[in-house]
C-alpha cells in the first residue's frame, strides 16, 4: 500500500528563509498575518530596462536654483543704463538756464511757443557789441484740431510795442527782453504764449557743429561780407559758422527779411531732423555734446524743466512735417519807411487778424504755405 502523501502544507514546517517564489500567485495572508502590513503585490507589467532615477531629496536649507549668468549680466545692464540715464537728466535739468519771459495772459485753446534767436553777444562773444536783438521770432502753435503751424515774424515787422511807439518788432527784445518781446506777440497775434525758447548768437554754431553738420540748400551764389556768407547755389552740409551765416543774411538776397526767415526756418529745421534721428538720440557721445552744447546756447521760460523742453521738441518736430502750416504773416510792403525807425516790413492790416485766427483754430489746410507779400 502506497504511503500516504500529506496535502501541500499540512503538517510541512516552513523553512526560515523561504526562497522567492517565481509563481505569480500571491499567497493569501492568514489571519494572524492581517494584522501586519501587507507585503507589497509583485506587478505583471513588463519593466522598463532602464527606470528613470528617482531625484535625490533636497537638502534643508541650501538652494537647487540654477543661477543665468547671462540673465545676471542683463539686469546689471539695466541697471547700469537706468543710473546713466538718472545721472544724465540731472545733469541737464541743472544745467538749463531760465529767464523770467511769460506775461501771465489767461490762457488760449492749443499750445502756443515762441521761439526766438537772439543776437546777444554776451556769454558767446566779446566783440564790443553791446544790448540784444531778436533777428529770429517764430511763432509755434499746436492748435486743438487741426494742423500745427510754424509762422516766421519778420524781424523788421512794423508793431504796437506795449508802452512804447510803434517800432519794429525786434526792438521789443531790445527795449524790455523776452518779456516785452512776448507780449508785443501776443498782442501782435492774439495767441498767450504757453513756453519761451531763446537761442544765442553761438548756439547754433555750436549745435550744428555737435551734429557733425546740417545740409542747407539756396539756389543764389552768395558773397555777402555782411554775414560772412560764402555759398556756391545748390546744397551742401555745412558746420556752424556757415549755418549762423546762412540764417543771417539778407541783403544779398532779394527778397531781403523775408527770405532770411525762410532760410532761418530751414536751419531750424535741418537741426532739428539730425537731433531727432536715432543715430543722434542712441549715441551718447554726440548726445552728450548735443545736450552741452545746447545747454550753454539756450534759455527757457522759468515753468519749463527737462520734461518741459522734450515737449517743446516734440511740438517743433511736429510742426516742421509735411503737414503744418508755415510761413509768415501776410505783407503788404518790405520797404516801409517810417521816420526814426527806417526801413520797415508792413503787415496787411486788412489779412492780420483773419490770419491768426485761422491760425489759432487750425483752420489753413494741412500742408499750406501761407502769408507773405501780398
Same mark, same amino acid.
Given at each position: 500500500m502506497p504511503p500516504s502523501i500529506p496535502p501541500k502544507g499540512a503538517g510541512a514546517k516552513?523553512?526560515?528563509?523561504?526562497?522567492?517564489?517565481?509563481?505569480?500567485?500571491?499567497?493569501?495572508?492568514t489571519p494572524s498575518d492581517r494584522t501586519q502590513r501587507a507585503p507589497a503585490r509583485v506587478s505583471t507589467a513588463r519593466r522598463e530596462p532602464n527606470p528613470r532615477p528617482?531625484?535625490?531629496t533636497r537638502p534643508r536649507g541650501k538652494s537647487t536654483r540654477k543661477r543665468h549668468p547671462i540673465r545676471a549680466t542683463l539686469v546689471l545692464l539695466l541697471v547700469i543704463v537706468v543710473g546713466s540715464l538718472g545721472a544724465f537728466a540731472l545733469w541737464a535739468q541743472s544745467g538749463i538756464q531760465h529767464v523770467a519771459a511769460l506775461s501771465g495772459?489767461? $490762457?488760449t485753446p492749443g499750445e502756443t511757443y515762441l521761439i526766438v534767436g537772439s543776437d546777444s553777444r554776451e556769454g558767446w562773444a566779446d566783440d564790443g557789441t553791446t544790448g540784444a536783438r531778436s533777428d529770429t521770432i517764430i511763432v509755434v502753435?499746436?492748435?486743438?484740431?487741426?494742423?500745427?503751424?510754424?509762422?516766421?515774424?519778420?524781424? $523788421?515787422?512794423?508793431?504796437?510795442?506795449?508802452?512804447?511807439?510803434?517800432?519794429?518788432?525786434?526792438?521789443?527784445?531790445?527795449?524790455?527782453?523776452?518779456t516785452l518781446l512776448v507780449a508785443?506777440?501776443?498782442?501782435?497775434?492774439?495767441?498767450?504764449? $504757453?513756453?519761451?525758447?531763446?537761442?544765442?548768437?553761438?548756439?547754433?554754431? $555750436?549745435?550744428?557743429?555737435?551734429?557733425?553738420?546740417v545740409e542747407l540748400c539756396y539756389d543764389h551764389d552768395v558773397s555777402d561780407a555782411r554775414s560772412t556768407l560764402e555759398w556756391k547755389a545748390g546744397c551742401h552740409v555745412v558746420g556752424g559758422t556757415t549755418a549762423l551765416a546762412f540764417s543771417r543774411m539778407r541783403y544779398a538776397d532779394p527778397l531781403g527779411d523775408i527770405g532770411r526767415t525762410e532760410r532761418q526756418q530751414q536751419v531750424v529745421s535741418a537741426v532739428a531732423e539730425k537731433l531727432m534721428r536715432r543715430s543722434t538720440l542712441l549715441n551718447p557721445v554726440t548726445l552728450a555734446k548735443v545736450t552741452s552744447a545746447g545747454l550753454d546756447a539756450f534759455r527757457v521760460d522759468d515753468g519749463t524743466s527737462l520734461l518741459g523742453l522734450a515737449r517743446i521738441a516734440q511740438a517743433f518736430n511736429s510742426a516742421r512735417g509735411d503737414l503744418a502750416v508755415t510761413g509768415t504773416p501776410p505783407i503788404s510792403t518790405i520797404d516801409h519807411r517810417v521816420d526814426g525807425v527806417g526801413s520797415t516790413v508792413l503787415l496787411d492790416p486788412d489779412k492780420s487778424g483773419a490770419f491768426w485766427t485761422a491760425i489759432a483754430n487750425g483752420s489753413y489746410p494741412a500742408g499750406m504755405h501761407v502769408g507773405g507779400l501780398a
Open positions: 516552513r523553512p526560515a528563509n523561504p526562497a522567492p517564489q517565481a509563481s505569480r500567485t500571491v499567497q493569501k495572508a528617482r531625484p535625490a495772459a489767461p $490762457d502753435h499746436v492748435p486743438v484740431s487741426g494742423p500745427p503751424a510754424m509762422i516766421s515774424i519778420p524781424r $523788421d515787422s512794423y508793431v504796437e510795442i506795449p508802452g512804447h511807439d510803434p517800432n519794429k518788432i525786434n526792438a521789443a527784445f531790445a527795449f524790455g527782453g523776452p508785443t506777440v501776443e498782442r501782435l497775434t492774439g495767441l498767450t504764449i $504757453d513756453h519761451y525758447v531763446e537761442v544765442g548768437f553761438g548756439g547754433v554754431a $555750436d549745435v550744428v557743429d555737435a551734429l557733425g553738420g
